[in-house]
């Protein structure tokens, strides 16, 4: 009678911790990553060249390697992710050929998603190919860039000045996104937030475009990280 009765407590206790498990497991959380990290998470954000177009992971993977070297405790985190083995981390929210407007569309559910201390703006040179209303791409960017603000007024932008191409119709339309980008920033910083500009623009040369005439060479994705790591480190303190 005695071990009867004990199996049925030790099954009762048993059965108690199957449900609170299953309970535990199916509440609704946010993803793993919003959770466990317990470092910087940096979000690198924008189109393509985030992505890292052709080969996938683009800069971030100079960029990681630089943060193993320095014993940077850094996160990427966003929806997607690729990159070869020789990138650790490989998530990110680059969306090829998205607009600064189709990046502003989504932003807001990736920044409660992931809660980034830290993003990496590369954004623009889609508006430019495609001719998208030129004239009104410094305020879009600016709107994208109260929009963050907003969600997580204590993030860390990093914005960059987007780099150059080869075809000189390209170039026309990044040059009239570029110029309204230093004014935005210091708007910015006026009002208190943490945003740096970061010249994309200034360190890419023609040799460091592809054929394609927009996306970077790897030499060149890895000049970007170089400039990203200098506009990162003082964050990290």
């Known amino acids: 009678m005695m071990t ?71 996160h990427f985190v966003g929806s997607q992710s690729n990159g070869p083995k020789s990138l650790g981390d490989k998530h990110h929210e680059g969306h090829p050929g998205y607009r600064i407007d189709q990046i502003a569309s989504l932003v807001d559910h990736a920044l409660a998603t992931y809660n980034p201390d830290i993003i990496l703006l590369y954004i623009g040179t889609n508006d430019a190919v495609q001719n998208y209303n030129l004239i009104n791409a410094p305020e879009r960017l600016q709107s994208l860039i109260n929009q963050i603000f907003y969600d997580i007024p204590k993030v860390h932008l990093l914005v960059a000045k987007i780099g150059l191409s080869t075809n000189d119709k390209y170039n026309a339309g990044i040059k009239k996104i570029n110029a309204g980008i230093p004014n935005i920033v210091s708007y910015e910083q006026a009002h208190g937030h943490s945003i740096k500009l970061v010249d994309m623009n200034r360190v890419l040369t023609k040799n460091d475009i592809r054929s394609d005439q ?19 480190q003082p964050l990290l303190k």
Do not use: C
């Open 214 to 232: 927009i996306h970077p060479t790897q030499h060149g994705y890895d000049k970007m990280a170089d400039e990203w790591a200098k506009a990162i």
């Open 4 to 74: 009867k009765f004990v199996l049925r407590i030790l099954t009762g206790v048993l059965l108690a911790i199957i449900i609170n498990l299953t309970v535990v497991n199916l509440s609704p959380h946010l993803p793993a990553q919003a959770i466990v990290f317990n470092g910087h998470r940096i979000m690198p954000l924008g189109a393509s060249i985030t992505a890292g177009v052709p080969n996938g992971g683009g800069y971030r993977i100079k960029l990681w390697n630089i943060a193993l070297a320095n014993k940077w405790n850094i």
